[in-house]
């Protein structure tokens, strides 16, 4: 964030975009969305050691408050229908990071019949964190990476040729 | 008591519904008539001596080529301290087993499950329903000629192969 | 799906029965689990549990990848505690094939198995404190089991799903320093448990939230299908490492702890937790006995890369941490092989959560899988 100091009285100026990213990227709260073994991890990655409430990341219970949603573990095509529903329950704006192989393309499971390949064939996803399980250290330069990817959002002045976040299946309304 | 006592006292009360004794390669198994599987397995948690109270595991195989559907019950006793393996073969046409859960309450469940993955009927079961698949699903996937349906509720599960494309 | 019947309660006025759904997706660590609770009012009339929210068709599987290749697969069938399952595959393929591990590989099979099951118990142990309302034993518990997974990290290189052992024996041989850390860090640990226990265990609010709630009688016990903590806190003596001892079990020297109804009745959820603290001790016990004698020698034997045992099929019973496992493995001969069914400990205690939820209260509905330690992915796989 540049801050352009004019006035020397504890003034500071900078742009309405890079201030409201700046307070977005900063309290991240993620749903528990733990799915599977990755779900471990992410517990770990929010425990004492690689500690993600120092980025002000918080664990919630409902998606009705969380505005992250992290996809930590194998999707199943009977879990799939219910992903949707919890992704449209988020309010906007939200991010969704997917955690794992597993959610990324199907991990080690794409020979599975009641696996669903990939995250990203219901939801549209942010960032990909690869690993098997990611170690915490991998899952926090994916949160770092959402944050840059945040800090890029454009609000006032949009436009239609302005990037939008989203994944494969595209844009968010 | 060792495999061979559980055979006798078997044999000694239901005859011919039971079956040799094999004493396989790794451990000795019983086969059973399906329609005696219930009677059997009431004797073999009541009777002294025997007093297997606990069903250890109950698995589904499929064998195509032999046109049937095996049940393997592992039962296990906690005061004797012994076990045995029983097989139940049903036709792979219309496998229908009739259920053990008023013997055990755990089989209600691993019947659900040989029900949802491999579709045996066990007849007389308070509950047979999917537990594992969703409701809707379509086959019974432990069997081995199971074709997958090409989505489910519009999720495609064609999986592409990620070379060609790049290829492409 | 809802059905509402017209109840009346003590005082002759009407009252409806609710039908509530609870997850898939809940604030908890057992994983996707979701029941069906019809309850009037808070008291549950029945708690139907819907499983298959991970059923990631692992069985199948094995039979598409072949003996070596399912090793990894065996990991996620409880991912909390894999070695346990590691060593259920690996000991069901030795079986058919008749091969003999050396004992310098049992060794570090069974101290890979009790560090995972200390790391197993922490969590569970933690996650019922956690689902009790008390975040920080959690966190505690958390601490403890990252100390371990950076053990286990240097000895097979993964924190979480190891696929540390080889049909034959296991993958790697121990770090040259890799048994004065582990002791360093279970002289840390002792004091640790002991100090958890007391914050924990006899905390009024949990000796109130899990004494006295689903009692679970030795007999029911055994006839819906309980192992390991779950049964022995009914107060049923039998734990597979020493009754039908596999693998060098033989040669250590632990005890079983059992439930006794210490704060309610025998069988209630305190005593599956007071089991699990204990049985924490008795592996640590049995670390050091391992790691005092582990012998020189080979740790994998020659197994053939293109791995075909003969015709046939068995029962391999193991004590993984949530219970005993029961592998039937059937191989027709080829590299693959033809059925693998698991019976895990957490399938059978789901079973049980709707017999003994008649009567509970919702909050203790959350007691009751937390004290049973029941983890989707056994449930599932």
């Known amino acids: 964030m540049s801050l352009i100091n004019s006035a020397p009285e504890m003034v500071l100026t900078s742009t309405v975009d890079q201030v409201l990213n700046w307070t977005r990227k900063s309290s991240l709260w993620y749903m528990l969305f733990g799915l599977a073994c990755c779900a471990i991890e992410m517990m770990h990655t929010g425990g004492p050691r690689a500690d993600l409430d120092r980025f002000g990341m918080v664990p919630r219970a409902t998606p009705r408050v969380s505005d992250l949603m992290i996809i930590a573990g194998t999707l199943t095509l009977k879990m799939a229908l219910r992903t949707r529903v919890l992704y449209e329950q988020m309010p906007d704006p939200k991010y969704v990071v997917s955690m794992g192989s597993c959610s990324n393309c199907g991990g080690l499971f794409q020979y599975a019949y009641s696996v669903c390949d990939g995250v990203d064939k219901v939801i549209p996803v942010d960032v990909y964190v690869p690993g098997c399980p990611p170690r915490p250290e991998a899952l926090t330069e994916g949160l770092i990476m959402l944050q840059k990817k945040i800090m890029q959002e454009k609000w006032i002045t949009r436009s239609s040729d302005t990037p939008r976040l989203g994944g494969p299946i595209g844009e968010r309304t | 008591m060792d495999s061979t006592g559980i055979h006798a006292a078997l044999r000694g009360r239901f005859d011919t519904a039971v079956g040799e004794l094999a004493p396989g390669p790794f451990e000795a198994s019983i086969e059973v008539d399906a329609s005696a599987i219930e009677a059997v397995c009431t004797f073999l948690r009541d009777e002294e001596g025997l007093e297997f109270d606990n069903l250890s595991n109950l698995s589904g195989a499929d064998y195509p080529e032999l046109e049937r559907i095996q049940a393997v019950y592992s039962l296990f006793s906690y005061k004797q301290r012994h076990s045995i393996t029983l097989r139940v073969n049903a036709d792979r046409a219309a496998p229908v087993i009739p259920t053990v859960e008023a013997v055990w309450p755990a089989a209600n469940w691993l019947e659900r499950e040989i029900f949802d993955l491999l579709g045996v009927e066990f007849s007389g079961h308070c509950d047979l329903r999917r537990i594992l698949l969703p409701e809707d699903w379509v086959g019974y996937p432990l069997r081995k000629d199971y074709e997958e349906q090409p989505d489910y509720h519009g999720i495609s599960t064609v999986r592409e192969n990620l070379l060609t494309m790049k290829r492409d | ?48 549990p819907d499983i298959g929210y991970l059923h990631r068709s692992i069985e199948k599987i094995a039979e598409k990848v072949g003996w070596h290749g399912f090793m990894p697969y065996t990991d996620r069938v409880d991912y909390v505690a894999a070695m346990a399952c590691n060593q259920g595959w690996a000991m069901a393929a030795e079986q058919l094939a008749g091969i003999e591990v050396p004992r310098r ?134 734990d597979v490492r020493r009754d039908l001892p596999y693998s060098v079990y033989e040669d250590f020297d632990f005890d079983v702890p059992l439930g006794s109804g210490e704060m309610g009745s025998l069988g209630d959820c305190w005593d599956r937790y007071i089991v699990r603290m204990r049985e924490m001790v008795e592996s640590i016990r049995i670390l ?94």
Not at chain 3, 12 to 34: A, F, I, K
Not at chain 3, 171 to 188: I, M, T
Not at chain 3, 290 to 296: M, V
Request: proline residues 5%.
């Open chain 3, 288 to 381: 050091r006995q391992a790691l005092a004698g582990i012998p020189e020698g080979p740790v994998i034997a020659k197994v053939a890369r293109n791995f075909k045992p003969p015709v046939g099929d068995v029962h391999v019973k193991i004590e993984a941490p949530r219970g005993e496992q029961s592998w039937y493995v059937s191989s027709d001969g080829s590299e693959y092989p033809h059925r693998v069914h698991i019976r895990t400990g957490s399938f059978t205690a789901m079973g049980i959560i709707d017999r003994l939820s008649r009567g509970l209260m919702i909050a203790d509905l959350v007691a009751v899988i937390a004290s049973m330690d029941i983890v989707a992915p056994e449930v599932d796989r």
């Open chain 3, 1 to 48: 799906m809802s059905v509402e019947l017209e109840v009346h309660d003590s005082q002759g006025l009407p009252t409806e029965e609710m039908t509530l759904n609870m997850g898939p997706q809940h604030p908890s660590t057992h994983g996707v689990l979701r029941f069906i609770v019809k309850a009037d009012g808070e008291v549950m009339r029945r708690a139907i």
């Open chain 3, 105 to 238: 590989g049992e060794y570090c099979r069974v101290i890979a198995a009790e560090l995972s099951r200390i790391c197993s118990h922490l969590l569970g142990v933690g996650a019922m404190g956690m689902d009790m309302g008390a975040i920080t034993p959690f966190t505690h518990a958390l601490r403890e089991r990252d100390m371990i997974m950076d053990l286990l990290e240097e000895l097979c290189g993964a924190r979480l799903t190891f696929n540390y052992m080889r049909i034959g024996g296991v993958a790697w041989d121990l770090p040259h320093d890799f048994v004065e850390k582990v002791s360093h860090y279970l002289d840390h640990l002792e004091p640790v448990i002991e100090e958890f226990n007391q914050l924990l265990g006899y905390n009024r609010i949990y000796v109130k939230r899990f004494a006295d709630v689903a009692t679970v009688d030795a007999d029911m016990a055994i006839a819906w299908g309980l192992v390991g903590p779950n049964l022995r806190g009914s107060g049923v003596d039998f």
